[in-house]
């Protein structure tokens, strides 16, 4: 193919663009002087999309007036002169601030209009008419981002259909659309269809996606209507590609050739997904269309794959996936006989190889078409049909409220500094620079990391550790019902007393049994424990975080086995189940890297003369009781601290889950621990756990549990003994009652989705979880509606099969507990939902009461099960007070877009962790050190800087230097 062919064609389009200017850009409507201003100064361009963005949340001119001094009144704000005069009126009161308000609103709905066709389907056959009068196709696209509930896929099903059914009744009347092919059409976003697509449940999403498409295509061949199918994120690229296979072959649809799916060329794994797809239309005879487009979501998918530190699935640089679009472009095209190719994007020449390649090809013009965004670079599209080829532009019907989020990605686009159409129309730059052959680089990103850098939890997603995954739990099946005994010392010991840990999920199905100690193996424990420790205490920082390190590693290479153990022990669904190990692994990495940084101690108090070293020794033996519902997390924490900072320690972990103990000692045992130094405990905590507690010779105690033993250790704790010699350091997390505030411009999208996670996640049984949602008036109807929705949409059942959201509970006192909380709050406020559970198992419903109190029993006290007390309240002031009022301070969250409501929270929410626009549960090692105050804890917060020293004694030793009059310093002058 000839690059200068593309120059000369990609030069015919610009000549034919002369003089015109794309109505984004044009500065002589309000719109195109923000997007100058915009793309001038960054900073009024993040206030202006975050502006934007809530725009439709706020339901009166004073709200609109209050956001904008927020966004736009901040210090050091530079406004551009048109807008000055609005600003200036919202700063004022009375009537001009209204009007100002209005104004300022009315032209923000007009920009958004400008890329929307209309509101609903017959609002928009006006402006598809007007489509087809300019010469140009179209296919319709319902705005909308993901839905929450199967109540909202409902509506978006019938939406499609209802759609496909106005266009095959009004659009054959135009006489404009005589001269288009293919005139209807419409897109199909699958996360709107169905609200539970999870890509670790491959099988069953795809089998639910097509049942919801199926209705759709069969009308559409019905109707002669072509269907194409959005391509959104990456994570549901697969089932995107194998729900449309399944449709397209069904047969049902045998004869259909208007199926089409769009494929993004900034994606990694593109051109090779597309070359499949071709080999499978011939393979079943079939032909499709494919809508080859850059990709939207850039931003979001690097920063996913950052935060989540998995290889970033979008390249890097412009200039590839520029390169990539051509050559699947080429692909595409030379398979014109099984695809056809809808060539969508804005950049010339990207249209103009497009066209040169078809040519090379032996195709006309009418082989393939190209495809815009509707309100976008008019300029080019009239240049294209002016050569023959057919456009079709991408026409957007919806609210305004779904719409803004579409508005703000294409705003984003537009003012982005790689953007073709920025640089063509706004920056005027050179046709040898626009129409340069795209260079791959190929480079991959590394996104900065800080000082510690987590494990990745898995993708699910992936068909490779999907596999992994069911091969584990297939595996740990096969090795249930194991005898596990007591190791005191590096000998295992049996004892008489026995207990069954059983799968909560299948009461009849026992996991294991294992030795109960009793108070004479708590003393076999402290006397191997004291006699290691005088060695282990003087082993080098370096050697105990090796030993660390390498647990790390054998956990990582079981990741599979440990958490399929979790998923059979204590109910914790998949992702669930893989994030508990993750945060082991973390909390191993971690406290090795932190011992080894506090190791070295501090002689900055040193003069010359005098040597001042300040550091820290270990105190001694320790005792580690820790909890069920983070088995191996929690525990590994706990253990971890204790062994790195040179002591030695009683692990006695939870009842319910001493086999996931088990599997820690374990890893413990293969890393090279010599024997004495961790010690292996099971036992009732009424009998050992408390003799360990009272015990003169442990020096400190770790717990993670409730209020009630939280407060009886320390309580025992303090029991002194004539022989003590010492005071025991108690670090202990005893829960919480850890609200949600839903402001009144909170985006409910966000605030729904992250109150159910952390409401009803592991069925509640987290002390960092969602009990209270404290929502401001103007949002709670909407709010409680949309959550009530979702909540009926989890799926509920068995965490062994991969679309489970929510298990059982621990066990039948958990059960019994929780169940009564719901009787208590039955009887104080309404009960606006209960979910339907299996009858098999300990299973709890998801239960959400309304009209709650804030000195309601479930809105004061902490339950640990699938129950949300919703209260509605006046203002955020009044929000803030009443999710402080209760004894505890552990997490706290907040659904806000208003930068000063935010600022508040941060000041006067008074929580050990407060997260801000996103779940309050899921703590990550170094990024979120966790734990509270009040009663909900004491001591410094696990996976922080601080936490270690709890586990040491600081000493400062300051030695005389000076002899004679003569230092050692003194030689270096």
Known sequence: MSQDQIFETGKRILDAMKGQKASIFDKSWWTGKMMDWAMQKPEFKVSLFRFVDVLPYLNSSEQVGKHLKEYFMGDGQELPPFFQWGIGSIAATGIGSKIAGTAIKKNIEQMARQFIVGENANDALKGLHKITDNGYAFTVDILGEAALSETESRHYQNEYLNIIRTLHAEVPKWK???????????????????????????????????????????????????????????????????????????????????????????????????????????????????????????????LNASQKDWPCPVFINKADTDASFERITALLLQNNTYVGAAIASHNVRSIAHAMVCAKDCGLDANAFEFQTLFGMAEPIKQAIIQMGYQVREYAPVGALIPGMAYLVRRLLENTSNESWLKMSFADETSIDTLLATPVAKNKSWTPPHTSFANIAVADFGDANQRDKMIAALRSVKSQL?????????????????????????????????????????????????????????????????????????????????????????????????????????????????????????DMSGSVPGETNWYHYIPKGVGVVIAPWNFPLAISMGMVAAGLVTG????????????????????????????????????????????????????????????????????????????????????????????????????????????????????????????????????????????????????????????ETVMGPVIDHDAQTKILSYIEKGSQQSHMIYQGSVPTDGYFVPPTIFTDVKPDHSIAQEEIFGPVLAIIKVKTFEDAIAIANGTPFALTGGVYSRSPINIEIAKRDFNVGNLYINRPCTGAIVHRHPFGGFKLSGVGSKAGGPDYLLQFMEPRNISENTMRRGFAPEMLEK
């Not at 190990?581 to 890297?593: G, T």
């Not at 303090?718 to 009652?737: L, P, S, T, Y």
């Open 176 to 302: 404009s659309a005589e001269k288009i092919r293919k005139p209807l059409n419409v897109s199909v976003k699958l996360s709107a269809i169905y609200s539970q697509i999870n890509p670790a449940a491959f099988d069953h999403t795809v089998s639910e996606l097509k049942k919801r498409l199926l209705p759709i295509f069969q009308l559409a061949k019905e109707l002669g209507v072509f269907i194409n199918l959005d391509m959104e994120s990456y994570a549901h690229k697969a089932v995107t590609l194998q729900a449309f296979k399944d449709v397209v072959s069904d047969p049902s649809m045998a004869g259909y050739t208007l199926a089409g799916i769009a494929m993004q060329a900034y994606l990694r794994d593109t051109e090779r997904d597309v070359a499949d797809l071709i080999a499978w239309t011939k393979e079943q005879n079939v032909r499709i269309t494919v809508r080859l487009v850059k990709g939207a979501y850039w931003d979001y998918e690097a």
């Open 481 to 601: 019902g194991r005898h596990y005994p007591l190791i005191i010392g590096g000998k295992s010991i049996d004892s008489k007393t026995r207990n069954t840990s059983v799968n909560p999920t299948h009461p009849d199905q026992i996991i294991g049994t294992y030795a109960m100690a009793d108070t004479m193996h708590a003393d076999q424990a402290i006397a191997a424990a004291q006699k290691a420790f005088q060695t282990w205490r003087y082993v080098p920082v370096k050697e105990r975080a090796t030993i660390l390190r390498n647990a790390a590693d054998i956990a990582e290479s079981r990741r599979f086995e440990l958490s399929a153990m979790q998923v059979l022990e204590v109910g914790k669904p998949w992702a669930e189940a893989d994030a508990d190990v993750c945060e082991a692994i973390d909390f191993l990495r971690y406290y090795a890297q932190e011992m080894e940084r506090i190791a070295s101690g």
């Open 647 to 802: 002591n030695c320690i009683i692990y006695k972990p939870s009842e319910q889950s001493t086999i996931v103990g088990t599997q820690l000692m374990a890893l413990f045992t293969e890393a090279g621990l010599p024997d004495g130094v961790l010690n292996f405990l099971p036992g009732k905590g009424s009998v050992v756990g408390n003799y360990l507690v009272e015990n003169s010779h442990t020096s400190f105690v770790t717990f993670t549990g409730s209020r009630e033993v939280g407060l009886s250790i320390i309580q025992h704790a303090n029991h002194f003994e004539a022989q003590q010699d010492h005071v025991k350091r108690i670090v202990a997390e005893m829960g919480g009652k850890n609200a949600i505030i839903v402001d009144a411009d909170a985006d409910l999208d966000e605030a729904v989705a992250g109150v159910l996670k952390s409401a009803f996640g592991f069925s509640g049984q987290k002390c960092s979880a969602c009990s209270r949602a404290i929502v401001l008036e103007e949002n709670y109807d909407r709010f409680v509606e949309r959550l009530v929705d979702a909540t009926k949409s989890m799926v509920i059942g068995d965490p062994i099969v991969p």
